[in-house]
Each structure stands twice: as C-alpha cells, then as structure tokens.
C-alpha cells in the first residue's frame, strides 16, 4: 500500500534553513506528482508546490518562491522540501502529497521557528 | 489566485442526518482539457487529511459511497447521506485547475 514517510519534529532558529524528507513507497514514485502543502496553527491549508520525481520538473506557488526549494532523489524515493530564511511565519504542519488529485497525505513534520 | 468559498463553516449534524457543504469558485474549474479539478478531503483532528471526492464527483477507493460530490463550472457541493460518528472533523475542497492550486477554508462539522 501507498506509504509517505516524512521526517520528524524540527526545532530551528530564525534566519537558518531547514530539510524536510518524504519517503515514498507502494507506488511508482517516478511517475506521480508529489506536492508539498503547509497547514500554519489552526489555520487551513496552503499549497506550497509540486515535484515531478520522473524529470526532476517543479512548479512553485509564487507565495514560496524564494522560501521553497523542491527536490527529489529516485534512486530513494524520497521527496525533499528545504525552506530557507526561517522566520515565525514559517512555524507549521508541512506535509508531502502524493498524487495530482492530491491522493495520499503524509502524516505532515511540524517546524517550529524559535530562538 | 482563485478563492473558493466554503459554507457553512460550522455544520453540527446527528447521527443518520445527511448534511451539504457547498464550494463555490471565483472562476470556472473548468479546465481547457475538459476536466474540473475539484476535489474533497477530510481531516479527522489529529490526523492528515485523506481525498474523499476527485474531480468533482469520483469516489476516491475505500470510501464510503454515503459521500457524494456533484457540480459544475464555480459552484460544486459535497453531500453526507447519513451521517456517522467517524465522519467528524474538516472538509475541505481543493483546485487543482489554476495554479497556485487553493483550498477553501474549510467546513467543520460536529456531530450531536
């Protein structure tokens, strides 16, 4: 079955970046689009952008350009996200999407930005 | 970026009642290759969420055929029919026709 593994709890410090990781395994992980979504404390969700892992193709909500960097390793299967600059406002649930339709959800890494 | 409008935001429903939520669309999700990018997720609280409804009307596998989605064009509704204890949580519709790609805002629904 469909299984996205993503990496655990962050705790990083404003101005520094961060590497998040999505395992994916049960499916052609080069054949299907993976998205990255961002869901802020109580707030609703926030499409981030999606990865195409067969060419290595991206496209970016103009929102995280500059903030998001998409990535992905087919020899692991695995779905990178980094976010650069970290402030407060990045502090959130991030998960990995499997899917155009936005099929199978990660279980989502929580970031905390903090001094 | 296309808005899409949820309601209600709250929706506080019984056991066996069917309950709509509605999602209406600052443009048409009418793609030019013909499909509408419309679809329905739900989140159970503490969890991520999970596809419910995919363009528009398709039944995601696995899920109970009590959810149904129908609509066309900027206007599209998610219908309940009969609702279950498991069914708590937000709904929420997703685009997926213009990019940047936009959720509603959400539609919680309780149950009594």
């Known amino acids: 079955q469909v299984q996205l593994q993503q990496s655990g709890t962050e705790l990083v410090k404003p101005a520094s970046s961060v590497k998040i990781s999505c395992k994916a395994s049960?499916?052609?992980?080069?054949?299907?689009?993976m998205h990255w979504i961002r869901q802020q404390p109580g707030n609703g969700l926030e499409w981030i952008g999606w990865?195409?892992?067969?060419?290595?193709?991206?496209k970016y909500n103009q929102k995280f350009d500059g903030k998001a960097t998409l990535t992905a390793d087919k020899s692991s299967s695995t779905a990178y996200m980094q976010l650069s600059s970290l402030t407060s406002e990045d502090s959130a649930v991030y998960f990995c999407?499997?899917?155009?339709?936005?099929?199978?959800w990660g279980p989502g890494t929580m970031v905390t930005v903090s001094s | 970026d296309v808005v899409l409008t949820q309601t209600p935001p709250t929706l506080s429903a019984t056991i066996g009642q069917s309950v709509s939520i509605s999602c209406r669309s600052s443009q048409s999700l009418l793609h030019s290759n013909g499909n509408t990018y419309l679809h329905w997720l739900l989140q159970r609280p503490g969890q991520s969420p999970q596809l419910l409804i995919y363009l528009v009307s398709r039944l995601e596998s696995g899920v109970p055929n009590r959810f149904s989605g129908s609509g066309s064009g900027t206007d599209f509704t998610l219908k309940i029919s009969g609702v279950e204890a498991e069914d708590l949580g937000v709904y929420y519709c997703?685009?997926?026709?213009?990019?940047?790609?936009?959720f509603g805002s959400g539609t919680k629904l309780e149950i009594k």
């Open positions: 999407v499997s899917g155009w339709y936005f099929d199978f």
């Open positions: 990865i195409y892992p067969g060419n290595g193709n991206t």
């Open positions: 997703v685009q997926g026709t213009h990019a940047p790609f936009t």
């Open positions: 049960g499916y052609t992980f080069t054949s299907n689009y």
